[in-house]
């Protein structure tokens, strides 16, 4: 059966994965991450924490990060393009607004996103391009418009 499995050690990528099923979140994640402890990741199945009994269904979106990385500044990335997520994730030291920016909003079919179609703060202030981030940053990145949504007029 197919999950989505997102690795946030620091390598980012986010993969559809084959798994065998009957297959439990503690096997899923001594099969990707080795030689590690489970109790230094903080282990999603779907936005939600999971215990150690959980068997993986088709379709689940399976996230392992771990609660502390190396030269790592944590911050809380809220993403208002629809998906509505809010999440505090870790980014590397000296990650400036206009790289997370990059790593996080993709274009469409791939192509990069314009960071002037979108409203980018930092602790609820904008913020220029070059902002280095910094450790418990609350970043949101915003869409100035949203594809087919209409301004309500009185």
Known sequence: MNILFINNDGS???DETQVTEGTTITQLFHERI???DPT???IRVNRQPVNSGYVLQEGDRVSITPTKIEGA???LFI???G???ADETNVAEGTTIIQLFHERIKGVEGNESDPSGYL???NRQPVNSNYVIQEGDRVSITPTKIEGAAI???
């Open 12 to 14: 980012g990528f986010a």
């Open 34 to 36: 080795k030689n590690a």
């Open 40 to 42: 230094a990741y903080l």
């Open 73 to 75: 500044t944590k911050i």
């Open 79 to 81: 993403n208002n393009d």
């Open 83 to 85: 998906s509505g997520f």
């Open 120 to 122: 980018i703060r930092v």
């Open 152 to 154: 309500a007029r009185q």
